[in-house]
């Protein structure tokens, strides 16, 4: 199969400069300066295809955005290598820089705030040297599935925190991008803009049969658009595979939840882990083995108007595995 992104072994150890309080201490720093090392990322490899969007997750500080910026060429890793599209990222040849782009939802544009959109999109085709036929597909399409046409001619800095991140996707994709590196493309975002951003990422991946790696703190996002996840945590990658495998091996538990048909008051905690009740309705925690008996022990023992059994949120079964690891 084709490899679109292929990290070796990747390493990425900061240097710090660090000194004691005090005038005197100040002073000295000037002329002879103590570091220390922070390892951001140590020994992480993998590989993606195209066509396939990979959630990249992790705690806060775990190496996600620092890893983004080495295959993106931002950064030229401590050690190890890496290979996106055939070329060396940081080495940041031309042909490298059109096919890729890296898109932050902390910062969606970064150019001149007096620019109109579509001046900023033809700044981009410059820069880029997209061909005009080139570029009039490219924007008829980012705007149908962004929702564009009324934005074009408003200044960047009059737009909402959802309009700057739909035109600074339309912004990094008006060259058509092979690969994208998406770091919380959803944070700050209405419901009604991150459910029109997940669709166009999923759309942009099947149509372009583009590479994505996506990092995000919402598992919602993580949940429609990834069959696959990587995780790392301190540095290090601890899992890499199909996110259904993961949560169908390593959650003990099913939650069930259970309406009565009337009001009552049963002991819930004969049942299972209570994680919610009323006189109307339960949640409850129970092993994966004790699913089957404690089902018909509450459809013979009271009178349930409704019972479904689900999988615990993928949150607590992330923070599980950022906690104690993956066994």
Known sequence: MIETVSAQNLSMTYRAPVRSEGLKAAASSLVRRTYREIPAVHDISFSLQPGQITGFIGPNGAGKTTTLKMLSGILHPTSGDARVLGHQPWVRKPAFLRQIAMIRGSQPLSGPSELTVMDDLRLQQLIYQVPEHSFHAN???????????????????????????????????????????LD??????????????RGFIRDYCQE???TILLTSHYMAD?????ERVILINHGTLVYDGELKALSTSLSPDKDIRVRLAAPSEPDWSRFGE???STRLEASLRVKQADVLP????????????????TEPPLENL???IYREGVA
């Open 139 to 181: 924007l008829d399409r980012l705007a149908g599935m962004l929702g564009l046409g009324p934005l074009l001619d408003r200044q960047m800095r009059a737009l909402s925190l959802g309009e700057r991140m739909r035109c600074g996707i339309a912004h990094a994709l008006i060259y058509g991008p092979q690969v994208l590196f």
């Open 184 to 197: 919380e493309p959803t944070i700050g975002m209405d419901v009604s803009v991150v459910e029109l951003m």
């Open 208 to 210: 372009a049969d583009a």
């Open 222 to 226: 993580i949940e429609q658009l990834c």
């Open 274 to 276: 209570v994680l919610r």
């Open 294 to 309: 404690v089902t018909r022990r509450l459809l013979s023992q009271l009178e349930v108007e409704d019972l479904s059994i």
């Open 318 to 320: 992330i923070d599980r």
